[in-house]
Each structure stands twice: as structure tokens, then as C-alpha cells.
T-cell receptor, first 111, second 113 residues
Framework: GQNIDQPTEMTATEGAIVQINCTYQ??????LFWYQQHAGEAPTFLSY????GLEEKGRFSSFLSRSKGYSYLLLKELQMKDSASYLC????????????FGSGTRLLVRP | EAGVAQSPRYKIIEKRQSVAFWCNPI?????LYWYQQILGQGPKLLIQ????????DSQLPKDRFSAERLKGVDSTLKIQPAKLEDSAVYLC???????????FGQGTRLTVV
């Protein structure tokens, strides 16, 4: 089975940097996704990590350590519009290509 | 490019009634997912289709939930009879074979009273 843990809520200040952690325990692992979800809207894709290391995409970066079962999403130069839920999702090691989501981290960006 | 379309956006029903949700995935996307998202939680996979075949329905409560994707395009998810704990947002997503990203629709918010 899979167990995915994320902090429930975080608060940060506009212009700052915030790191959202995700730890997972899976019986098999084929990659990790980060999705952003604004209240009442659809989740939108942010990043996908398969190999260890840091993937940078503009203000957002995602890191993966497979040996530690750990990932984080780093958001730089925070903007008010970054207030949203951030969902960590694991792709299990099977042929189905399904996503198993954590409960999500609600990020509140304050002025 | 048109996104994943879902209808209705909102639905309120009484417990023990039936309800159906519809999803039209992005054109050409072979994989279609239905997720249930209870308030404050992450999406939980209910069923995954590859074309018109079921890949995974291990978490679908089959005594009351059913889903079909008859022609490998549109899909419907039905609940019969509904329970209070079925109140949630039902998200449909689709993915093109060989692609990484799954695209989500805006969901149907179901309230069972």
C-alpha cells in the first residue's frame, strides 16, 4: 500500500520562500507529482520527479530523494495568487499509471 | 485545446436517491480517471479506464457506485443509492498515452442531505 504525509497547513509572507514537504511509504514507486489546487477549482500539474535531485521550473522547484522517501516543493518569490492547496501524488510501480494523492497542504500567503 | 468537461457542476440530492455524473475527456486521451475528493482531503482514485476497459476499480464501492466508458470517450459515474458520506467533489481526469501529465476537470460537487 501507499502512505503519503504532508503538513495540513502553512502560512508564508508575500515575496518569501516556502518549502512544502512530502514523505511517502510505498510498496513500489515510479515517480512523484506535485499539483496545485485553488479552492473550488481543478488540480493543475506543477512537476513530476522520477530521479533523485532538483527540478526547477520558474519560481517553483521540486526535489526528490527516493532512498529517503522524501520530496519537497519549493516556491520562491511568493505571490498572493500562490495561496492554494498543494497536492503530492505518488505513481505506484505498476503498469496502471494511476496517481495516489496525499491529503494536500493548504498554503496561505499573507501580504 | 478544450479541457476536460464535466457536468453538472453542482448537485444536491437526498440520501437513497440516485445521481449520475458525466465526463468528456480531452480528445485523443485514452486514459480516464474518476476521483472522489472529500472536503479537506486529497483526491481518492475510484476507477481508471484505458480506452473502454477498466484498469483499476479496487477502491470503487461497487455495491452503490458504477462507471462506464462505452465507446472509449465519454464516461459516466453513477451512485445508487447515495449516502450522506458520498458528499464530495467528483473529479474526472484524462491523460494521453505516453504523456506525464493528467488533466483534471473542474469537478461535480455533490451534496447528499
Amino acid at each position: 500500500g501507499q502512505n503519503i504525509d504532508q503538513p495540513t497547513e502553512m502560512t508564508a509572507t508575500e515575496g518569501a520562500i516556502v518549502q512544502i514537504n512530502c514523505t511517502y511509504q510505498t510498496s513500489g514507486f515510479n515517480g512523484l507529482f506535485w499539483y496545485q489546487q485553488h479552492a473550488g477549482e481543478a488540480p493543475t500539474f506543477l512537476s513530476y520527479n522520477v530521479l533523485d535531485g532538483l527540478e526547477e521550473k520558474g519560481r517553483f522547484s521540486s526535489f526528490l530523494s527516493r532512498s529517503k522517501g522524501y520530496s519537497y516543493l519549493l516556491l520562491k518569490e511568493l505571490q498572493m495568487k500562490d495561496s492554494a492547496s498543494y497536492l503530492c501524488a505518488v505513481r505506484p510501480l505498476d503498469s496502471s499509471y494511476k496517481l495516489i494523492f496525499g491529503s494536500g497542504t493548504r498554503l496561505l500567503v499573507r501580504p | 485545446e478544450a479541457g476536460v468537461a464535466q457536468s453538472p457542476r453542482y448537485k444536491i440530492i437526498e440520501k437513497r436517491q440516485s445521481v449520475a455524473f458525466w465526463c468528456n475527456p480531452i480528445s485523443g486521451h485514452a486514459t480516464l480517471y474518476w476521483y472522489q475528493q472529500i472536503l479537506g482531503q486529497g483526491p481518492k482514485l475510484l476507477i481508471q479506464f484505458q480506452n473502454n476497459g477498466v484498469v483499476d476499480d479496487s477502491q470503487l464501492p461497487k455495491d452503490r457506485f458504477s462507471a462506464e466508458r462505452l465507446k472509449g470517450v465519454d464516461s459516466t459515474l453513477k451512485i445508487q443509492p447515495a449516502k450522506l458520506e458520498d458528499s464530495a467533489v467528483y473529479l474526472c481526469a484524462s491523460r494521453e498515452t505516453g504523456d506525464t501529465e493528467a488533466f483534471f476537470g473542474q469537478g461535480t460537487r455533490l451534496t447528499v442531505v
